[in-house]
């Protein structure tokens, strides 16, 4: 059984930053994503990262500012957010697929989701 706990979310300003760690058990640790929904929009894929790092993706939106990172020895991913801006205010989930297969940010990939943590950048 796969369990995904999210944590580190929380309330900046802009500009600010926030690092999210995912501590999972039972993933295929070859491929994890972040991912975020904002209230009346569809979840969109933020970061993945594939075997240990040798394949990253961001969304164009974070390019430069967040960063994906990986912890095998801890089973916890992590999503570094920097320069925070209010449009990243979401719930954040990170993800994980039933196999060692991820392709970039696409939700179609994911098996198993944590509950989310909530990330809110005022203005």
């Known amino acids: 059984q796969v369990t995904l706990v999210e944590s580190g979310g929380g309330s900046v300003q802009a500009g600010g930053s926030l690092t999210l760690s995912c501590a999972g058990d039972?993933?295929?640790?070859?491929?994890m994503g972040w991912f975020r929904q904002a209230p009346g929009k569809e979840r969109e894929g933020v970061a993945r990262?594939?075997?240990?790092?040798?394949?990253?993706s961001y969304a164009d939106s974070v390019k430069g500012r967040f960063t994906i990172s990986q912890d095998t020895a801890k089973n916890t991913v992590y999503l570094q957010m920097n320069s925070l801006k209010p449009e990243d205010s979401a719930m954040y989930y990170c993800?994980?697929?039933?196999?060692?297969?991820?392709?970039?940010?696409?939700?179609?990939?994911?098996?198993?989701w944590g509950q989310g943590t909530q990330v809110t950048v005022s203005s």
């Open positions: 993800a994980a697929p039933a196999g060692p297969i991820c392709v970039g940010l696409s939700t179609t990939w994911v098996h198993d």
């Open positions: 039972g993933y295929n640790r070859d491929c």
């Open positions: 990262i594939y075997n240990r790092g040798q394949s990253i």
